[in-house]
């Protein structure tokens, strides 16, 4: 069975940092680029950050420049994403998901992704 359990969310104040983790099983990690979504409340869901499978090419949403990074230990079936200088519109559930494709400049279309994961909570207060 595919998974791809997200998590280490929950309650920030602004200014501060959450490292969120997702862990996979099922399926050959090393083999999947990862991508991370959010998706808040009455908004569709976005492309926040994505990393290939080697780890060879990052990208991120231009509201999470500089503040983000996304990582993978692919020895462990764990992607990460630190993210820093949080701000109350990073308030969203947050979704990591997979796709056996290298996505490039695709890489935010949640189409290209075949796994996805249930979400964890970041809320961000002021």
């Known amino acids: 069975e595919v998974q791809l359990q997200a998590s280490g969310g929950g309650l920030v104040q602004a200014g501060g940092s959450v490292r969120l983790s997702c862990a996979a099983s099922?399926?050959?990690?090393?083999?999947?680029?990862i991508g991370w979504f959010r998706q808040a409340p009455g908004k569709e869901r976005e492309g926040v950050s994505y990393?290939?499978?080697?780890?060879?090419?990052?990208y991120y949403a231009g509201s999470m420049e500089g503040r983000a990074t996304i990582s993978r230990d692919n020895a462990k079936n764990t992607a990460y994403l630190q993210m820093n200088s949080l701000k109350p519109e990073d308030s969203a559930v947050y979704y990591c998901?997979?796709?056996?494709?290298?996505?490039?400049?695709?890489?935010?279309?949640?189409?290209?992704?075949?796994?996805w994961g249930q979400g964890t909570l970041v809320t961000v207060s002021s």
């Open positions: 998901a997979a796709s056996a494709a290298y996505l490039g400049n695709r890489w935010t279309m949640t189409g290209e992704y075949e796994y």
């Open positions: 099922g399926f050959t990690f090393r083999d999947f680029a």
């Open positions: 990393i290939s499978s080697s780890s060879g090419s990052t």
